[in-house]
């Protein structure tokens, strides 16, 4: 199989051990190619971790993956295909946002003219042209976050890693990021997406795989996801996440009549 060929990321048994503590355990999964793909979660479940195996800065204990065809082994294959944005961006407090980008470009081996227009078109998209030339040092969180997303999709990669990209946005901003999200995989661009704004999600995902304790606990589109919710009961996306993960020991708690 080529590169080009099979989905845009494909795990087998991937599992991350630190000493006694699982953090990730025995993930399987498929995800397609030009689509949304919404990784959701509990704090703590294991998104984080397995979103750093999958961009390569975490070495996994056991099992294998596929990133754009190649093997997250194999750092240098892997990195040209993939924009990663953390949830806190890797930016220089002591750059401008203009500079940051141009050095994110460098980075990524972008030809200077037609870096100088995705930055532009960029900056204009997330509003930020009237600050580009400020340090980010004097950046609000938002404004910080987007600077994070442009130069995770400068390069205008096969697959971006997105945790949060909302966060911190105004409704404007958000608005615009979740747009975005949406064109990008109108371009064949994949994105893998944690958030805990479940509207979002339910807005963007082709489907959706939720992470419980480290396991992949539920997978499907959002509709066919809502609908299986225990009660049967669930209307919307949070009600099913909700259900999906509610520890077992809580709901005995909650259904112990008074005394």
């Known amino acids: 199989m080529s590169p080009a060929d099979g989905p845009a990321i494909e795990t087998d048994g991937l599992t991350k051990r630190y000493g006694e503590t699982t953090a990730v355990s025995d993930l399987t999964m498929d995800v397609e190619r030009g689509t949304v793909y919404g990784f959701l979660g509990p704090n703590g479940a294991g998104k984080t971790t397995t979103m750093q195996m999958l961009t390569t800065l975490t070495r996994p204990t056991s099992g294998r993956a596929r990133v754009a065809g190649h093997s997250i082994t194999d750092r240098e294959s892997v990195t040209p295909h993939i924009g990663y944005l953390p949830e806190d961006p890797p930016v220089y407090d002591e750059l401008t946002g203009r500079e940051q980008l141009e050095y994110a470009a460098g980075l990524r081996n972008i030809p200077e003219d037609e870096a100088t227009e995705r ?47 909302t966060s911190g946005l105004d409704p404007r901003a958000a608005r615009t990021m979740r747009n975005t999200i949406a064109e990008l995989a109108d371009r064949e661009m994949t994105i893998f997406l944690s958030t805990h704004i479940l ?43 909700l259900d999906i993960t509610r520890d077992p020991d809580e709901e005995g708690l909650r259904e112990r009549p008074a005394e």
């Open 119 to 165: 930055i532009e078109s960029l900056l204009e998209r997330f509003d930020l042209r009237s600050d580009a030339n400020k340090r980010i040092e004097d950046y609000s969180k938002g404004m910080r976050q987007k600077i994070g997303v442009i130069q995770a999709v400068l390069h205008e990669p096969d697959v971006a890693f997105l945790d949060e990209p």
């Open 199 to 241: 509207p979002v999600v339910d807005e963007l995902a082709d489907e959706i795989g939720v992470l419980h304790d480290g396991k992949l606990v539920a997978e499907d589109d959002p509709a066919r996801l809502k609908s299986r919710a225990e009660t049967g009961e669930a209307r919307s996306l949070e009600e099913a996440f």
